[in-house]
């Protein structure tokens, strides 16, 4: 049966989960469509980070608050319903807050829905635990990926255009027009790492970066956990 | 490793990969000297700044990948990444180009795949490839070559070639104030910009087609090169050979067809990169296609999409992007073109298949 087996409720291997071990652009490589897509500049990625975490957020709630009463051969359907809903709010409220932010992320907001990462926390986690842990997840796992967002934003805004934090203004008004740091002056511009290539190969040693990481720390603690990647459950009850 | 198949007795001396390398490395100096001769310092300083930049960024990666660092550097396949890659880049580049693009062969296309026999792609393309479509302006940075019949053009001396390289070119436009211009179009560019004119039209007004005798010469002591490399048995005729045949077909029968709009197969053949292409870049042993049947489709393909792309594409040359494309598709070519066994009647198809034994 659904909804009796406990996954993890306990908050601190939640918060190392969503964060490290378990992260979902990292770990689980799930998002990787906007990871990709909006990571030119940080302002893109911290604003789909913030859109995609607060969805994320939203849709854990309702799954875990109607777990109950969702018939399970139906599960699916109803998950995106709810997703889709949380995604069209965010959305309009994008659309009257920050609208030039709006026009730039264009298509990728409304493909919030099809984020992986938000369908695979509602199967795997919302729908078997407590509202509160549910909640919990849901801001922690997106919390790991708008940080991961932001620091691909940050790597290929810096490569690609010589800059940081530019145009911060359109997320944060004009308090944030002074924000952004000129690295080298007269930057030429190096076009790969604008484009979506450029967006792979960052990922790709980001990842390798964690790896690295994760060797260092198991040669200092003697362990060899963190090679058990933890997987999604996609199916219960089969 | 020559990739000429002989028949017992076997009896020689082991070949290794760096005499390899140093035999294409040789064949790689007439063109160096074509390109120097006719487009200036350029190409030579390239040359120097490319090689030391690559061997120590293979020996970094070496030591980092604790392996012994002397056995893998002495090799020599650095050392030819380097020449091919300065070689397609434009003289004039600057030198953070020429870095930025041995990095990006030697680190990534190279080193992070395993070193030499790992690599996908042929990594002086991709290093090619990368700066291509990430320094669009300064990639444009070809000159004008050297005249052959008036005293109308000169290349830039030893000094001012190394300030447009190492400096910046405003620097020479200050010194030399009667220099108006010291970059030039390539004839592939020429031809495919061609503003409304027919190819006969610009072949007549253009200064850079007036000027075609020295890409001419260049592209034919690339073909010297690689000819010496087939008489020394480094590779068989192929790839280089079906590129440059299939390349001439697609374009006469175009040019056939439309004259105005299309450019003869002489052109296609000895402008751009497609003699360095030919018989330095396909006949990669690495990241081309194993098998002769294979080879040949491999260079076939190349040669489609390099005509496809300068014809119809956005960039005036593509052997790069064709190359990497077709180095995609090397796996799936030599799994359908294995030669015959000893022993069985057919060639292995490529399919699962229950009786093929004789």
């Known amino acids: ?6 996954v993890a409720t306990d908050y601190k291997t939640l918060t ?10 990292l770990v689980q490589l799930l998002g990787l469509c906007p990871l990709l897509a ?6 893109n990625a911290l604003s789909l980070g913030i859109a995609s975490m607060l969805v994320l957020i939203g849709s854990n709630f309702a799954v875990s608050a109607f777990r109950h009463l969702i018939p399970n051969a139906v599960r699916l359907p109803i998950y995106v319903m709810i997703i889709a809903a949380l995604v069209t709010s965010i959305e309009l409220l994008m659309q009257a807050l920050t609208y030039e932010l709006y026009l730039i992320l264009g298509i990728f907001i409304p493909l919030i829905v099809t984020n992986c990462i938000i369908m695979g926390r509602a199967e795997a986690f919302a729908a078997k635990n407590t509202i509160s842990a549910a909640l919990y997840d849901g801001f922690i796992m ?13 790597i290929r805004e810096t490569l690609g255009s010589g800059t940081l934090f530019a145009d911060m203004h359109l997320l944060f008004g004009p308090i944030a027009s002074t924000w952004k740091i000129v690295i080298i002056d007269d930057y030429v511009g190096f076009l790969f790492a604008i484009l979506p290539p450029g ?12 790896n690295l990481f994760d060797q260092r720390i198991d040669k200092k603690t003697g362990k060899t956990s963190t090679n058990q990647v933890l997987r999604l459950e996609t199916s219960n009850d089969i | 490793m020559p990739h000429i198949r002989i028949s017992s007795p076997h009896v020689q001396r082991p070949t290794k990969t760096a005499d ?8 790689t100096l007439p063109g160096l000297f074509g390109m120097t001769f006719f487009f200036g310092w350029g190409t030579l300083i390239n040359v120097v700044l490319a090689s030391v930049m690559a061997i120590s960024l293979e020996a970094i990666c070496i030591k980092l990948r604790r392996r012994p660092v002397l056995f893998y550097v002495r090799d020599n396949s650095a050392l030819l990444t380097a020449i091919l890659l300065a070689l397609a880049l434009p003289p004039f580049a600057p030198w953070w180009v020429t870095a930025t693009a041995v990095f990006v062969a030697i680190v990534i296309a190279k080193q992070i795949y395993g070193g030499l026999g790992q690599n996908p792609f042929n990594p002086a393309m991709v290093g090619y490839a990368l700066v291509l479509i990430s320094f669009p302006v300064e990639m444009t940075r070809w000159t004008a070559p050297f005249d052959l019949n008036g005293n109308t053009w000169e290349v830039l001396g030893f000094a001012d070639t190394l ?8 620097e020479i436009i200050q010194a030399h104030p009667y220099i108006d211009s010291f970059t030039s179009a390539t004839p592939l560019d020429t031809l495919k910009h061609r503003n409304g004119l027919t190819v006969e039209e610009v072949w007549q007004s253009s200064e850079v087609m007036a000027n075609v005798g020295a890409w001419y010469a260049v592209s034919l002591c690339y073909f010297v090169g690689g000819i010496f490399l087939i008489y020394r048995k480094i590779y068989t005729w192929h790839a280089p050979l079906t590129l440059l045949i299939t390349l001439a077909l697609i374009s006469a029968i175009f040019f056939a067809i439309d004259p105005d709009n299309y450019a003869d197969p002489l052109i296609h053949l000895t ?3 497609t003699m360095l292409g030919a018989f330095f870049i396909v006949t990669d042993p690495v990241s081309s296609a194993t098998s002769n049947r294979g080879k040949v489709v491999f260079a076939a393909g190349i040669a489609i999409l390099v005509y496809i792309v300068r014809t119809w594409g956005n960039y005036p040359d593509a052997l790069a992007f064709a190359v990497m494309l077709m180095n995609l598709c090397a796996p799936f070519i030599d799994q359908y073109t294995q030669p015959r066994s000893y022993g069985y009647k057919k060639p292995n198809s490529g399919q699962p298949s229950k009786e093929n034994h004789s």
């Open chain 1, 1 to 6: 049966m659904r909804g009796q087996k406990i």
């Open chain 1, 38 to 43: 909006v990571t030119a500049s940080v302002v």
């Open chain 2, 163 to 170: 300030t447009v390289i190492f400096g910046s070119w405003q």
């Open chain 1, 199 to 210: 967006a792979f190969v960052g990922l790709g040693l980001l990842i390798a970066l964690k």
């Open chain 1, 142 to 154: 997106g919390l790991g990926f708008t940080i991961v967002l932001v620091l691909l934003g940050a």
């Open chain 2, 271 to 273: 402008t751009g990169a």
């Open chain 2, 20 to 27: 390899i390398m140093r035999l294409v490395i040789i064949a």
């Open chain 1, 16 to 25: 190392i989960n969503g964060l490290w071990k378990n992260n979902p652009a």
